[in-house]
């Protein structure tokens, strides 16, 4: 087997049961006792370990929590067991041992393979192992989603392929249609920001700033608006240093140095130390005069021209008006200028963006009718040989005159995509609406099986919807709870049949009332309750020999010593065993 097989649950203050261990076996288990014994419990605790959601009133009224362990056999590397190991859990000889706990709090804990883990994995895990159905499953097959889940499950990659195909191309279709609504919607406000922009840049271009020019200004008006003391200083300094020629016996300071220097150099042979300052302050001379020579050209080089001050300043004045709109200083503006240019750029790229956007919508539209196409043909295909199959299985479930159809069918709307000439509704799993039609007997009209189906006559197609499946996408164990409501006489007997055939090929629990089918189990657990109304360990017991035949004759006689019944119960497990 592909996923698994439940071998064994213990259950322990769930609901009635107080502590109890429920033994199945790999092919087919019948749990059967009285009504309110807690048979449902087998079915709820199953449920916990699969990830199902907790409940405080699960709790036994007194008891701190309620716990069910459950140990799995399962193959060396299925994919269950792969992703259990990720998790960290271990397994025990061949079973993976998992357990959930839920206390009188509501709150709720997992554990896998003897490690901790999210609630959420378990819930992974059974997607690989075991196919639940009760009555609120029969209820989720009336819509019509689940309906077209089940028919392209059953399609298998005849409808993946274009379906994975189909929802890609449909995300994408999303996100562009998003962009487009986003880009419309905002045009106001995004023509706003264009003409801000275009106006900055404007005012910015008429100006035509330089990097580093509002530094420069900033000098030359200090040194224009001091012109005057400026050239003053610098004469005294020229005086001093290269003499005034208005005053032929004023003393400088080149002059002296000059003296200081022939001085020493009629002496300097006589001392190597007193050489060297002599040539350091032939140094000094030889700067005094170039520093005296710069004074000079400064002074003639300075501009005291009042108009080129007023220029600089009305130049600075059109600098700090930028600088008060785009930022703290020129390099700041300049920086503002080229990301606002950036911008402008973008906007203004808006309408060659929506044609852009536009043009690849229509062809992904295109694109979504041409696999929606293909969708509809492969649901078509498969629909047939899916109706046909359950058809096939209606007619051993006692019900030789029912057929199963579906109805594929498309809503017109201006606003999707163009299928085989017609502008239909698309969603994110293509533009069919699946409906599965049962006309239970010649002359009915084919109806919505939500409509057409009593209670017992939708448990069949529900289980045979299940056999079928059983032979195209298995799963390694099916739990039927209430399958045969409203059933009896022989469509009993076939839905028996029917679940000992899917229980060749998969591990199947029935929870039954029906001893009809009861009898085809290949073990029958009995569950019942003690004196005070809970459910013990010895509580669920495997039946065999004698106990099997008096719990088939109580089921059907309601007494389990009836004779009658006795000698019926004796007829169905000889039925059963034959066709096995």
Same mark, same amino acid.
């Given at each position: ?185 905002? %045009?106001? /406000?995004? +023509?706003?920001? #264009?003409?801000? !922009? ?6 910015? @271009? =008429? &100006? $035509?700033? *330089? ?80 520093? %005296?020579? /710069?004074? +000079?050209?400064? #002074?003639?080089? !300075? ?6 001050? @007023? =220029? &600089? $300043?009305? *130049? ?100 999707? &995509? $163009? ?162």
């Amino acid at each position: 087997m592909v996923g698994g097989v439940l071998e064994e649950m213990r259950i322990r203050s769930l609901g009635v049961i107080d502590d109890a261990v429920v033994e199945l076996s790999p092919g087919f288990t019948a749990v059967t006792g009285e009504t309110g014994a807690g048979k449902t419990m087998v079915v709820t605790s199953l449920g916990l370990l699969l990830g199902g959601r907790a409940d405080a009133a699960l709790v036994r009224i007194g008891a701190k929590n309620a716990v069910v362990e459950g140990r799995i056999a399962v193959p060396e590397g299925a994919a269950a067991v792969v992703r259990a190991e990720e998790a960290g859990a271990e397994l025990d000889d061949g079973t993976l041992l998992v357990s959930r706990t839920v206390s009188a709090e509501g709150r709720s804990r997992a554990h896998l393979g003897g490690r901790s883990v999210p609630v959420g994995l378990l819930a992974e895990l059974a997607d690989e192992l075991v196919a639940v159905h009760g009555q609120t499953d029969q209820q989720g097959l009336l819509k019509l989603s689940r309906q077209r889940q089940a028919l392209d499950r059953y399609a298998g990659y005849a409808v993946a392929v274009p379906l994975g195909k189909y929802g890609e191309a449909y995300k994408r279709l999303r996100a562009v249609v998003t962009e487009l609504e986003q880009i419309t919607t905002r %045009a106001r /406000e995004r +023509a706003q920001e #264009a003409d801000m !922009l275009r106006f900055g840049l404007e005012e910015i @271009a =008429a &100006v $035509e700033p *330089r990097a580093g020019e509002d530094v420069e200004l900033a000098e030359e008006a200090e040194r224009l608006g001091h012109a005057e003391a400026l050239a003053s200083a610098a004469a005294l300094a020229h005086a001093a240093l290269a003499g005034n020629p208005e005053d032929p016996e004023g003393v400088d300071a080149g002059t002296l140095v000059a003296g200081a220097q022939r001085a020493l150099e009629a002496v300097r042979a006589h001392d190597p130390a007193l050489a060297a300052l002599t040539d350091r302050i032939g140094e000094v001379g030889i700067l005094l005069r170039d520093v %005296a020579g /710069e004074l +000079a050209g400064y #002074a003639d080089d !300075l501009d005291a021209d009042p108009l080129r001050l @007023a =220029a &600089v $300043e009305e *130049r600075r004045a059109a600098l700090t008006g930028l600088t008060r709109k785009y930022g703290e200083d020129i390099a700041s503006v300049l920086e503002w200028a080229e990301q606002g240019a950036a911008r402008l750029t973008e906007l203004d790229g808006d309408d060659e963006r929506i044609g852009e956007l536009t043009a690849e919508r229509d062809a992904l539209r295109a694109e979504l009718g041409v696999l929606a196409q293909e969708l509809t043909d492969a649901r078509t295909e498969a629909a047939q040989r899916f109706a046909s199959a359950v058809t096939a299985e209606l007619a051993s479930l006692a019900m030789p005159h029912a057929r199963v159809s579906f109805d594929i069918r498309q809503t017109e709307d201006p606003e999707g &995509v $163009e299928v085989g000439g017609r502008t239909v509704a698309y969603g994110p799993s293509g533009v069919d609406e699946v409906e599965l039609l049962l006309a239970p007997h010649p002359g009915a009209p084919p109806r919505p099986i939500a409509k057409g189906a009593s209670g017992g006559e939708l448990s069949r197609v529900m289980l045979a919807v299940e056999v079928v499946f059983a032979g195209t996408d298995p799963v390694p164990t099916y739990l039927f709870d209430e399958v045969d409501a409203g059933v009896g006489g022989k469509a009993a007997v076939e839905i028996g049949r029917r679940l000992a055939k899917l229980a060749k090929t998969a591990q199947v629990v029935v929870v039954t009332h029906l001893p009809q089918v009861a009898a085809f189990a290949d073990r029958q657990l009995l569950v019942e309750k003690t004196s005070d109304g809970s459910v013990t360990r010895s509580g669920v017991k495997v039946l065999e020999g004698e106990d099997r035949i008096r719990e088939l004759s109580r089921m059907l006689a309601g007494q389990e010593d009836s004779e009658a019944a006795r000698a019926h119960a004796e007829e169905l497990l000889a039925t059963a065993r034959a066709d096995g």
